[in-house]
C-alpha cells in the first residue's frame, strides 16, 4: 500500500472514530442544541440560544417540579420542545388558568387534571405563545431527552455584552418555589 493510501485510510479511520465517539456522548451524555420560539421568553431567547442538554435526566430521572427539559412533541416526535415542568405523577393541576369562558366565566377556573403516573405537566415560560400540556396534555416521561442546565446567547458578542461573560452564558436555574 502507498504511503499517500495509508495516510488516506489513517484519517478516515480517525475521523470516524471522532464521528462515534460524538454520536455516544450526545445520545447519552450531553446534548448542544439551537432553540427557536418564543415560548420559553424570557428564559431562553426567541432565537439564537443554544442550550446545555444532560441526558442523564433522560426518560424523567431525577427531575422536579420547576426543571427545564428538552422532549421530544408527542404531536411531532420528528420535532423537540423546550418546556418546564410544572407537574409530576399525581399532582392536580388547573389545566389553564389564563382560558376565557365567554360564557361562564368561572368555568375555566374549574377544569382540572390529576397528572397520570409516568407523565409530566410541562408549560412555557410565556404562556400566550406556547403550546404544551395545555394542547397536547400530560407529556409522556419517555418523551424526556434530557434536563436544560445552561445556556448561550449567540446574539451576544464573544466576550461581556449585557450578561457580562462569554456569548451570553448563564445557568438555567430552577425558580420553583415551594410554598408548603
Known amino acids: 500500500m502507498s504511503e499517500n493510501l495509508k495516510f488516506v ?5 480517525y475521523a470516524l472514530r471522532g464521528g462515534c465517539a460524538l454520536h455516544v456522548v450526545q445520545s447519552h451524555f450531553y446534548e448542544f442544541t439551537e432553540t427557536r420560539g418564543e415560548s420559553m421568553l424570557p428564559t431562553l431567547a426567541a432565537n439564537g440560544d443554544f442550550v446545555h442538554s444532560l441526558k442523564k435526566y433522560r426518560l424523567g430521572r431525577g ?3 420547576g426543571d427545564c427539559i428538552v422532549a421530544l412533541k408527542p404531536t411531532d416526535p420528528d420535532q423537540r420542545v423546550c418546556k418546564r415542568i410544572t407537574g409530576m405523577p399525581g399532582d ?3 389545566i389553564d388558568p389564563s382560558m376565557d369562558d365567554k360564557h361562564d366565566p368561572s368555568a375555566s377556573f374549574n377544569k382540572y387534571i390529576k397528572v397520570p403516573k409516568g407523565h409530566v405537566w410541562v408549560t412555557g415560560d410565556n404562556l400566550a405563545h406556547s403550546l404544551d400540556s395545555r394542547t397536547y396534555n400530560s407529556l409522556p416521561l419517555a418523551l424526556i431527552k434530557g434536563k436544560i442546565v445552561a445556556a448561550n446567547d449567540f446574539n451576544e458578542p464573544f466576550w461581556g455584552g449585557s450578561k457580562g461573560n462569554f456569548w451570553g452564558f448563564r445557568f438555567i436555574e430552577n425558580n420553583y418555589v415551594d410554598e408548603d
Open 63 to 65: 427531575i422536579q417540579n
Open 92 to 94: 392536580v393541576i388547573l
Open 9 to 13: 485510510w489513517k484519517v478516515f479511520s
